[in-house]
């Protein structure tokens, strides 16, 4: 059976799903789903780019913040947990620019948590054996050291949520082709916008990322001492619920082609939904993380001196120098995606305010969350 198939299925055997179901069928169903098939997901020949397929110098500038926070907590034990490695390129640029520092290379632990066993096994061909993996982050017990998550969190399945003369939460149907249908909302979707105090206009419809909450949730219970790094798109809720984005903020990816259609390329194409920062930093609070700042990829990437750093190590022959794939990384990683893509900065037990990448700190927006 299809994917496409096997969910037919199950909505003629149980009625309508809630779309967060859906969504999360098409990722990550064990067999079918998007990210445990056997496609080539990630750059120029998969569906979409990320930052760390653009240029090693975006992992070496990360490894350069973490050998910050590694020495201001005492150059101990430092245990890192990268959740999502996708590919492994990350990974392979922060231990890589780390071994350069051989008493914090010592001293550092890396960790990845990925689901997909596609992915494990398209990471496990680059990475060293300092990479140990794990399912789930209790496995570590209680631990010191950092979470990096780079665009993770804008793949958790979402509920879609249409505002009516109450909340109303989309369930998924079929009757020849795939429906929509709308039922009330639940207390907990409700209660995610009061906590916010977002009050949403009639016919407003948009994306809740209940599983956030949970994996931060997660984090603060496991972290002693330490930050946590989350690279992402999407916004604080005062933008994010500005009238143009009264559709949502669902994409689908295929063939580096984006469109706005979850019912078509079941399980072939990725599908995104933009993150609330402002709830990150809400519930992060009350999980005992901290928000120290909110910036933009661009402005974390320029301030632990990427620019600097690129130049020298793609122009190392004086002789043979040529600037245009200089250019070309500095457009897509402090402009394309450096503009699109935030950094939140969340700590427990640490004081971040000093950590280069918020220095100048001028965060986005006139209010921070």
Same mark, same amino acid.
């Given at each position: 059976?299809?994917?496409?198939?096997?969910?037919?299925?199950?909505?003629?055997?149980?009625?309508?799903?809630?779309?967060?179901?859906?969504?999360?069928?098409?990722?990550?169903?064990?067999?079918?789903?998007?990210?445990?098939?056997?496609?080539?997901?990630?750059?120029?020949?998969?569906?979409?780019?990320?930052?760390?397929?653009?240029?090693?110098?975006?992992?070496?500038?990360?490894?350069?913040?973490?050998?910050?926070?590694?020495?201001?907590?005492?150059?101990?034990?430092?245990?890192?947990?990268?959740?999502?490695?996708?590919?492994?390129?990350?990974?392979?640029?922060?231990?890589?620019?780390?071994?350069?520092?051989?008493?914090?290379?010592?001293?550092?632990?890396?960790?990845?948590?990925?689901?997909?066993?596609?992915?494990?096994?398209?990471?496990?061909?680059?990475?060293?054996?300092?990479?140990?993996?794990?399912?789930?982050?209790?496995?570590?017990?209680?631990?010191?050291?950092?979470?990096?998550?780079?665009?993770?969190?804008?793949?958790?399945?979402?509920?879609?949520?249409?505002?009516?003369?109450?909340?109303?939460?989309?369930?998924?149907?079929?009757?020849?082709?795939?429906?929509?249908?709308?039922?009330?909302?639940?207390?907990?979707?409700?209660?995610?916008?009061?906590?916010?105090?977002?009050?949403?206009?009639?016919?407003?419809?948009?994306?809740?990322?209940?599983?956030?909450?949970?994996?931060?949730?997660?984090?603060?219970?496991?972290?002693?001492?330490?930050?946590? *790094?989350?690279?992402?798109?999407?916004?604080?809720?005062?933008?994010?619920?500005?009238?143009?984005?009264?559709?949502?903020? *669902?994409?689908?990816?295929?063939?580096?082609?984006?469109?706005?259609?979850?019912?078509?390329?079941?399980?072939?194409?990725?599908?995104?939904?933009?993150?609330?920062?402002?709830?990150?930093?809400?519930?992060?609070?009350?999980?005992?993380?901290?928000?120290?700042?909110?910036?933009?990829?661009?402005?974390?990437?320029?301030?632990?001196?990427?620019?600097?750093?690129?130049?020298?190590?793609?122009?190392?022959?004086?002789?043979?120098?040529?600037?245009?794939?200089?250019?070309?990384?500095?457009?897509?990683?402090?402009?394309?995606?450096?503009?699109?893509?935030?950094?939140?900065?969340?700590?427990?037990?640490?004081?971040?305010?000093?950590?280069?990448?918020?220095?100048?700190?001028?965060?986005?927006?006139?209010?921070?969350?």
């Amino acid at each position: 059976m299809t994917l496409e198939e096997i969910i037919i299925e199950r909505i003629q055997q149980e009625g309508p799903i809630s779309f967060k179901d859906y969504m999360d069928l098409c990722l990550y169903h064990p067999v079918h789903g998007y990210y445990n098939s056997q496609d080539k997901k990630i750059g120029k020949d998969g569906d979409y780019y990320t930052s760390p397929c653009v240029s090693p110098a975006f992992g070496a500038m990360i490894s350069k913040q973490l050998e910050e926070i590694w020495q201001q907590m005492g150059c101990k034990s430092f245990i890192v947990v990268e959740y999502g490695a996708g590919n492994g390129l990350l990974a392979h640029d922060i231990l890589l620019y780390a071994s350069q520092n051989a008493e914090f290379y010592r001293n550092l632990d890396y960790y990845i948590i990925e689901k997909s066993p596609y992915m494990r096994a398209e990471a496990g061909k680059i990475l060293p054996s300092k990479v140990k993996w794990c399912q789930r982050l209790k496995d570590l017990g209680w631990f010191s050291g950092c979470i990096i998550s780079n665009e993770l969190l804008d793949n958790f399945p979402v509920h879609q949520i249409v505002m009516q003369d109450r909340l109303m939460e989309v369930f998924v149907g079929y009757r020849d082709q795939f429906t929509e249908n709308l039922v009330n909302g639940n207390e907990q979707l409700i209660e995610y916008f009061k906590e916010l105090n977002v009050f949403l206009p009639y016919g407003f419809r948009t994306e809740v990322n209940l599983d956030a909450i949970e994996w931060l949730n997660e984090i603060g219970a496991q972290l002693r001492e330490g930050c946590v *790094l989350t690279f992402d798109y999407g916004y604080l809720s005062l933008e994010l619920y500005r009238h143009h984005r009264s559709d949502g903020t *669902l994409l689908c990816y295929k063939d580096h082609q984006v469109n706005e259609s979850p019912y078509q390329d079941i399980g072939k194409q990725d599908m995104t939904a933009f993150v609330n920062f402002s709830a990150l930093h809400h519930w992060g609070e009350k999980f005992g993380l901290v928000g120290y700042g909110y910036i933009d990829q661009a402005c974390f990437l320029q301030r632990l001196g990427f620019e600097k750093y690129l130049h020298q190590s793609l122009n190392g022959n004086p002789f043979h120098y040529d600037d245009s794939k200089e250019k070309q990384i500095k457009k897509i990683l402090l402009q394309n995606l450096g503009r699109h893509i935030k950094v939140l900065i969340q700590a427990k037990n640490f004081d971040a305010n000093s950590l280069t990448c918020l220095q100048e700190k001028k965060e986005i927006g006139s209010e921070m969350f």
